[in-house]
């Protein structure tokens, strides 16, 4: 599928929280189908989940996001981000929320403006998975079902 495109560019602030901030951003914009393009920042603690689906990873100081990618919108969002610690060692997984932005967190999301991304439960991973569709109204069904 192609269609329009849409760059969304928005900023997070020390305090809040990254995974929180870029669904509340996908809510309030309406946004039915985005990818992330890019994020530059720092968090003051992070919290991911591992590749088993179980384990949750915490810890807390100074971690640049190094990498942040996955699908965005308002019905739901994946993504999975990399962190470096003051020794550069980089480390990663599933984003959840409680990783709290601790100077800013510069996010640029693109929009597929004729699409719309759902999720819906997957028997065989057990998770709610991605659903595509296409969105003749070029993004206004993202908004309805989001409000």
Excluded: K, P
């Excluded at 720092?42 to 100081?61: K, L, M, N, P, Y």
């Excluded at 965005?72 to 999975?80: D, E, K, P, T, Y």
């Amino acid at each position: 599928m192609t269609g329009a495109a849409r760059v969304h560019v928005f900023r997070l602030h020390r305090g809040e929280d990254l995974r929180g901030g870029i669904e509340a951003y996908a809510a309030q914009h309406g946004i039915g189908a985005a990818a992330v393009a890019s994020c530059a920042g720092c968090v003051s603690c992070f919290r991911i989940r591992g590749a088993d689906g179980a384990t949750v990873h915490e810890g807390e100081g100074r971690f640049e996001i190094v990498s942040l990618t996955g699908t965005v919108s308002a019905n739901g969002c994946h993504l999975h981000v990399a962190f470096a610690g003051e020794d550069l060692r980089a480390f990663g997984g599933h984003l959840l929320a409680g990783c709290t932005v601790n100077t800013t967190a510069e996010i640029v999301l693109l929009q597929a403006q004729a699409m719309a991304f759902e999720r819906a439960y997957d028997s065989q991973t057990g998770y709610r998975e991605l659903v595509i569709r296409e969105d003749a109204e070029g993004g206004e069904a993202g908004r309805r079902r989001a409000r």
